[in-house]
């Protein structure tokens, strides 16, 4: 992922699971489009990006 911390083995990267919260407010969305994002990768998403 060009060295961008990314999400376990997804190939999605930190910035793009927080622009996908954007684009699916409702999580139940992001899980069909995405359904291998779990709930703890999106919390930890979260928390790496507050922490920069």
Excluded: C, H, W
């Excluded at 961008?4 to 699916?24: A, D, G, M, W």
């Amino acid at each position: 992922m060009n060295g961008q911390p990314s999400i376990r083995n997804l190939r999605l990267t930190v910035r793009r699971v927080i622009e996908l919260l954007v684009v699916y407010p409702n999580r139940e969305e992001l899980r069909q489009e995405f359904p291998k994002l779990e709930d703890e990768d999106i919390q930890q998403a979260l928390i790496f990006a507050s922490s920069k």
